[in-house]
């Protein structure tokens, strides 16, 4: 596991920092997205790492199974390929949109069950063109939480428990890496202000899933997210033994 820290600024008098740490690393995401696993229930690699974050957040509480919690993910998209005329990811800039969807979880949900609900409902907003139709109002409600904090749960300018990709990263560049003499580096951004609590930058590097966790420290410690990573790593392996037991 790895983690850095990156300095944002101040806001309302406490030392705002955006945290890294590493959902493990170089490990193959062959069986979360074989025939039998996202393939086969026509769901996307997003909504098992929203859906493992659920679970694992939910589990952190030692809350009773039959406790149920509602939380908000937000999945971003890139809307290069579906703007009028299209743009190629060779075009600089940034191009996401964001849908938001709720989800009420207890002890009892599974990591599959939940990963076809997660991303079920953001394929049916997606559909719906909700990350055009809704951004005005998404934009109206991120300022609304700015200029009034205490909107949000504890005043904590959190709009959502976590943000995805609906897509990962594809980087298979490490010879040129190598040859430049980088060993190791993330790719991800952070913003001042609102956000969700994890935001997962997901790249398959060389056929192995990478996960960058960034979120607002001292609002969450690195103890608390570390716990909460490898719980969702824990699920995650637990999910691929599961695909492998139904090969």
């Known amino acids: 596991m790895g983690s850095r820290e990156i300095e944002l600024g101040t806001s309302y008098n406490v030392e705002i920092i955006s945290s890294i740490t590493r959902l493990g690393a170089n490990w193959s995401p062959n069986k979360l997205c074989s025939s039998h696993g996202c393939k086969s229930r026509e769901i996307k690699l997003s909504g098992a790492l929203a859906a493992a974050g659920l679970i694992a957040v939910h589990a952190s509480k030692h809350l009773p199974d039959h406790q149920w919690e509602k939380y908000a993910v937000v999945t971003l998209l890139d809307c290069r390929s579906i703007l009028e005329p299209p743009l190629s990811s060779n075009n600089l800039g940034f191009y996401h949109s964001a849908i938001m969807n709720t989800h009420d979880i207890n002890g009892g949900n599974t990591l599959w069950e939940l990963a076809k609900r997660c991303y079920n409902a953001f394929a049916n907003a997606k ?118 037991s139904e090969s």
């Open 127 to 244: 559909n719906s063109n909700k990350h055009f139709t809704d951004m005005s109002d998404l934009n109206f409600l991120m300022c609304k939480a700015i200029e009034n904090p205490g909107l949000t749960p504890s005043s904590s300018m959190r709009t959502a428990f976590i943000s995805v990709f609906e897509d990962p990263v594809i980087d298979d560049s490490s010879e040129v890496h190598q040859e430049l003499g980088v060993e190791d580096y993330e790719g991800c951004a952070s913003v001042h202000g609102v956000g969700p609590s994890i935001a997962i930058f997901d790249t398959i590097r060389d056929g192995a899933l990478n996960c960058a966790c960034v979120y607002p420290s001292p609002l969450h410690s690195r103890e608390q997210m570390q716990d909460l990573m490898d719980r969702m790593k824990r699920i995650l392996v637990d999910g691929c033994d599961d695909v492998e």
